[in-house]
């Protein structure tokens, strides 16, 4: 079992940046997939980035944050997080962290084992 607490959101201007963070909770977070999704009002929950348990640690990101935002993981401090630059007004959701143990498609979301109660992110411009 593993409980995921997001941080960092909040309201923010068009072409600013923000950093969200994921903590965990629980054993093996170097076992898990960690995922970062978000959901718009009216819309349904879309993939933004995740980090692959791999010691590698692949990254995948959404065509729309490709190059704007980043993710990263500390595994010593079972975190994850996401650094977003030059936001957008579209950018504007609810982001959630998710866990996926041993994950390896990373951006199916119904692959993902737990959920965070989501952060808000709010970009006016």
């Known amino acids: 079992q593993v409980q995921l607490v997001e941080s960092g959101g909040g309201s923010v201007q068009a072409g600013g940046s923000l950093r969200l963070s994921c903590a965990a909770s629980?054993?093996?977070?170097?076992?898990?997939?960690m995922g970062w999704f978000r959901q718009a009002p009216g819309k349904g929950r879309e993939f933004v980035a995740a980090?692959?348990?791999?010691?590698?640690?692949?990254?995948d990101y959404a065509d729309s944050v490709k190059g704007r935002f980043t993710i990263g993981r500390d595994n010593a401090k079972s975190s994850v997080y996401l650094q977003m630059y030059s936001v957008k007004p579209e950018d504007t959701a609810v982001y959630y962290c998710a866990a996926d143990l041993l994950g390896t498609a990373l951006s199916s979301e119904g692959e993902y084992d737990y959920w965070g109660q989501g952060t808000q992110v709010t970009v006016s411009s």
């Open positions: 980090i692959s348990w791999r010691g590698a640690h692949r990254t």
């Open positions: 629980g054993r093996a977070f170097s076992s898990y997939t």
